[in-house]
């Protein structure tokens, strides 16, 4: 079995190939993204997968693999860390971002309502570690009775999977 192909005076190995057609790929479903932090992301992801299959524990890194997903999903310029207020920005408009996890029984969230956010996203995190956002404008979070927090539920903006 040959692990390379000889082209234009040079060995190239199927790795360097496979690694470029992954890459492209990547480019391709997430344009607004930093192909290195897609990278990260993706070894984090499977480091936290590989983690609860030899323990049945999960990693408490949920909340920042949500918000870099809704980085390289959305072109997020995140803010620096414990920024109050919200998560990041996307053109003039601040964002929130919450994240789903695999063990939370209600797919919804809740969201500070004197947070200064333009756009809220929700990251749901499913058992086989896939993710699935959806963005929101504040305007239409729902009211609910006016206390200090809002809750928004996945299922009422987007059908479940």
Known sequence: MVDAIWDDGEWISWDTINGQIHAHELREQYPHADLELLQLFEDLV????????????????FGELGEIFAEITFGIERHKP??????????????EIK???????????EVKRKGNFNKLII???????????????RKDIPKGNGGKVATVSWSKWLVEW
């Open 82 to 95: 414990n920024t109050p207020g919200s998560d990041g920005k996307i053109g003039n408009d601040f964002v």
């Open 46 to 61: 499977d480091n936290a997968e590989i983690y609860y299959n030899k323990t049945g524990r999960y990693l408490p890194i």
């Open 99 to 109: 994240t789903i996890t695999p063990d939370k029984r209600e797919k919804k969230v």
């Open 123 to 137: 990251v749901k995190i499913n058992h086989f570690f896939e993710f699935d956002a959806q963005m929101i404008d």
